[in-house]
């Protein structure tokens, strides 16, 4: 089971991309080697979620490391959400779903997974591919992989995103190594005609560490932008979001999930609808290229909550994601109470347990050497029964272990022993209690 730490969850939040990051988890090393076993379902345990494998490492016995990327379709702002992670199946097919993680809003996602040189894919289902230039290499970034950026003529090409769009949201992960007095650090830029004079959206980092957001209006001409009032340091991971509400004018800078500027007055409108000529990454054409480190930039047709910023923040930053995963619940099933047999016949004992969860298939029984002695396959039990038993015998070591499709919850206590009862006599002499024969 996987746990979303309510702490940072401010409101009620739908259909959130949720960062489920694994370091090294051996208790996850019976999941395939490809990870194409990886299911996500919601709290009731079967309701299948979207997800995005951006990387994965281990399973097939050794411990797994991945970036996983879950389409959560509701996150409380009251209480902590739960979903469940399973594994485990050996003819599983591939069960990740990329582009239908990322809601319709957003219109280019790029982890920068990619080695140096290789075009970077879009999550989306839009197909914003984009184009490295000049060779941003690849480094280790905030959240898996990223692209360094050298501050001389690097950048990533995309094609047109905030063309006429009403309201825009831009995110990003960077770690500037170059903060100076008249230079700007480009982070997005998208002109409104070819030769790149005119800036439709734009993302700056310029002086020493100031974030300036901001874009033209309609077709008028008429630009407008803010500027942050903290400043970022150099060589450190911050995380950025600018967000553009055309229908208030507000234009929002946001550092580190904290909301830092907005406009509160300014002019209402969509973004400039003119001769789209593309989104660079890290470039601006007029020698304000990007000198650092950038990781998971973002693009939305949406004006997003500050409580969907803050915990997009502090999902990606937190050592553990806001996460709690539940050591061995493995494949969504939790382990049944054992509680106090009973004799059935003389040949029949009845195995008593609570069924805590409704995500099994049904129940199997051990024995004190592991060997597998009965399976019921029926979910919502109480009991599973053994026959065949020998009369007036002790039987102990039993316990037993809740299973579906994917495989078998961890076991439950050791029930305690308890004898078959005694055979019924052929004779009136002989109907005295028998000694026991013998305990298994």
């Not at 905030?162 to 480009?186: C, D, F």
């Amino acid at each position: 089971m996987i746990t979303i730490d309510q702490s940072n969850v401010d409101a009620d939040l739908t259909d959130f991309p949720l960062l489920v990051k694994i370091t090294s988890d051996s208790d996850i090393s019976t999941a395939l080697s490809n990870g194409y076993d990886i299911r996500f379902t919601s709290s009731d345990g079967s309701t299948l979620l979207k997800y995005e494998r951006e990387s994965w490492s281990g399973g097939g016995g050794t411990a797994v490391t991945a970036v996983i990327w879950v389409k959560v379709p509701a996150i409380s702002g009251t209480t902590n959400t739960d979903i469940y992670m399973y594994y485990g199946k050996a003819d599983a097919t591939d069960g990740q779903d990329v582009t239908n993680v990322w809601d319709s809003s957003f219109k280019g996602v790029w982890h920068f997974k990619e080695t140096t040189g290789v075009n970077n894919a879009d999550s989306t289902s839009n197909v914003n591919t984009g184009t490295p230039t000049n060779g941003p290499v690849q480094a280790t970034g905030k959240i898996d992989g990223s692209l360094q950026f050298d501050g001389v003529n690097d950048s990533v090409a995309i094609s047109s995103l905030a063309k006429g769009q009403m309201n825009i949201m831009a995110s990003v992960w960077v770690k500037p190594a170059r903060l100076e007095m008249g230079h700007y650090n480009t982070v997005f830029w998208e002109s409104t005609n070819v030769s790149n004079v005119f800036a439709r959206l734009v993302m700056w980092i310029y002086n020493d560490g100031i974030v300036e957001f901001g874009g033209r209006i309609q077709d008028d001409g008429g630009f407008q932008f803010r500027d942050s009032v903290p400043k970022l340091p150099i060589n450190t991971w911050s995380h950025i979001v600018g967000v553009w509400n055309g229908s208030s004018g507000d234009i929002s800078i946001f550092i580190n999930g904290t909301q830092v500027s907005t406009t509160g007055t300014g002019v209402a409108g969509q973004i400039a609808n003119t001769n789209p000529a593309g989104v660079e990454i890290g470039d601006d054409f007029q020698g304000d290229n990007m000198g650092g480190i950038i990781d998971e930039p973002r693009i939305s047709s949406i004006a997003r909550s500050a409580e969907w910023i803050k915990f997009e923040y502090n999902n990606m930053n937190a050592s553990n994601n806001e996460l709690t995963l539940a050591s061995q619940d493995i494949v969504g099933l939790v382990v049944p109470t054992i509680a106090t047999p009973t004799a059935q016949s003389s040949s029949s004992i009845r195995w008593n347990f609570t069924d805590n969860a409704t995500t099994e298939t049904g129940f199997k029984l051990y024995d004190s050497a592991n060997n597998l002695i009965s399976t019921n396959a029926t979910a919502d039990l109480s009991y599973i029964e053994e026959t065949g038993l020998s009369p007036n015998t002790q039987y102990s070591g039993r316990y037993v272990k809740a299973y579906n499709a994917y495989g078998e919850s961890a076991s439950s206590a050791v029930a305690e022993s308890v004898y078959t009862i005694t055979e019924p006599s052929s004779t009136a002499s002989s109907t005295s209690t028998s000694p026991v024969t013998s305990i298994k």
